[in-house]
């Protein structure tokens, strides 16, 4: 199942979609999803990395230490 979403673009960058779209002979929407995924999944690790920033029970070990562990 999907759902049609509108956006509007700036010229620009529509133009931009339009090449790659031309390019990959694949429609505009298949890259707009596949560049939402990516930043849904970046916007995911942004906040598991900052509510581990925030847990003041999950410890934060330094760059010296984590190569010592890792035996580099």
Known sequence: MSTAVSIRLPDSLAKELDHIAKETER???????????????DFADVQIALDRLRDHKDPVISGRDLRKSLGL
């Open 27 to 41: 429609p505009r929407s298949f890259h707009v999803q596949k560049a939402l995924e990516g930043y849904i999944e």
